[in-house]
Each structure stands twice: as structure tokens, then as C-alpha cells.
């Protein structure tokens, strides 16, 4: 249950509305709640104010509806429920300076008449909850959440690592603390691959990487794996590391086959040895296939002066080699 659904439910304010209508969209919804509760509010109506400012926030979810929230319930005797809004809209970082100093003033008034909980995580981003999960969550640290004063179970949860659970006592007028170092969840991944010098880099949820190397300890979560090494075609892999069981990752990279090209070579009625960097290959006339790049080519015959030369095969192209071997004398 989001924040909002428990704060309808709490104001009593879930009484049934129009199924939206598609065709239109959400912006008109939004529209005609907003005028209405513009309407209220000049004519200082509140909580029918208030009531309609949440139903644009369910319709449209704008940060700027927090503001107007946060002001209506204020001004309508819900400080707990205004200090939430508000300071919604000031973590929300709009932009808008005027609103952001008048929503930190109001702030500012209501600590003296709430039970305020500060929270903090490390790391940051812990979802809060308080009391029950059923309740809702209460945002991300860090964070500072209003509550009824007395004792409150605070719990914190972060993917990948694990929950911690606090007890606090709230206290009207002042702001208790709740801070907490997350442990990170951790498992075992080992990471078999040909050949053996292959690269493997595994990138988690985050975006954070990491280069593994045979067997490694990392934090549990989901991982792209991304293999490679020179001459044989990259592959990549997904796969979840948990706490309680190896994962693991067994491959052969496959060889790219070398780009060739074709080469053909005559010597002229003369039947000659054709060499290939330094190895006799075939005689002449001839037509082989070499790997792409620069060779050495020789032609030799018996009475005949031999011949060398460097030849540049280019991938998928024919290169030719035609000479006139000269006698000797």
C-alpha cells in the first residue's frame, strides 16, 4: 500500500469515484480535480481542498500536487499528514525556490507539534517501513517521517542486502534517530572458461562492474556476464548470485575463423616451387587461399633465378602473382 492509499484510507477519504475513462486520458482527470480543489482552497474550504488535491495526485502523480497537499492538510488541522507531503515535495527538488522555502517553514512549525524519526542507511536508498509492511512503505533514506508519538518498529530492506530492524521511541517536539549500516548479501560465482585467459566482466542491477577472474565472492543480485578475448566471438550471459548456493558459469568461447583471401600465381610455362612465408606451398600454376594481411612469396625452379617478393592479400579480394623467371647463365 503506497503512502497515499494509506492516507486516503485514514482520512476516510475512499469514496468511490468514476472508473477513469481511457479515451480521454489521465491529464483531463487531473484538470478537473485541480480546478475544483483551486476552488476550495480560495474560498479557504480546506479539506475539501485536500481531498481533491490527493485525487489529482492519484490521477497524475505531479510533484507540484505534493506542495498543494502538503499546504491543504496544514491548514485543515493534519499536521503528521503535512509534514509527509512537504516533505515530499522539498526531496522532490523542483526547482521551484518560493514553494521550496515556504514548504521548509511550515516544516520548520509543524516539528514542534509532531514525533518526528529521522533515518538514515548506509548505504542510502533503504526502503522504510514502520510497524507492519501492510502499512506501506515510508519512503528512502535518508529520510525524516512523522509518526504517532511512542514506540515504533523501524525496518529497513535494500536489495541485496540484509534487513535491519529497529525499535524507537518517538516523543512529540522532537526528532529521534534511527541509523543503520546494511550488510551486504553475499555468495560465491565460479566462472569456467576457454580459453582460460579469457576477459570476464559482470555488471550487476546498478551498473556497477566488475572483472571476475576463476572463483570470486560478490554481493547476491543479477548479473550480466560479458566474455571475450581476441579471435573468438564475445558472449554474454545472465545469471543470479544467491546466498546460500554457488553459481556458476561453465563455456567455451568459439574461434572466429580468419579472413582469407585467394591468391594466384603463375610463373609462365615455367613449373616452379611457389613459397609462402618461408614454406613451399604448392607448385605453379596455382591457387590458394591465405590469411588476410602482408606475405612473403618466392618462385624457384631448378636452372632458374629465384624470385621473392611481399604480397597484401586483402580478406574476401584475389591477388595475383605472374613473373617471368630468368634463366641462369
Known sequence: MSRLARTLA??????????????????????????RARAAFSHHRYEEALSLFLEVCRVSGSQGTLYNIGVSADLSGHPDMAYAFLEDFVHAGTGDTTRSQDAERRMRALEARLALVRVESDPPGATIWVDRHELGEWGRTPRTIAVEPGVHTIELTLDGHASDRAEVTSVRGETSRVTSALAERRGTLRVTVTPSDARVVATDARGAVLELHGEAEIAVGVYRLHIEREGYRAEEQTLVVHEDAPASVVTALIAIPPRTGRLLATTRGVRATLVVDGSPVSETPTTLDLVEGSHEVGLRADGFISWSGTIDVAADRSSFVDVTLVPRR
Open 10 to 35: 485514514w482520512l476516510a477519504l475512499g469514496a468511490a469515484v468514476a472508473t477513469p475513462m481511457a479515451v480521454r486520458g489521465d491529464a483531463i482527470e487531473a484538470r478537473w480535480f485541480d480546478e
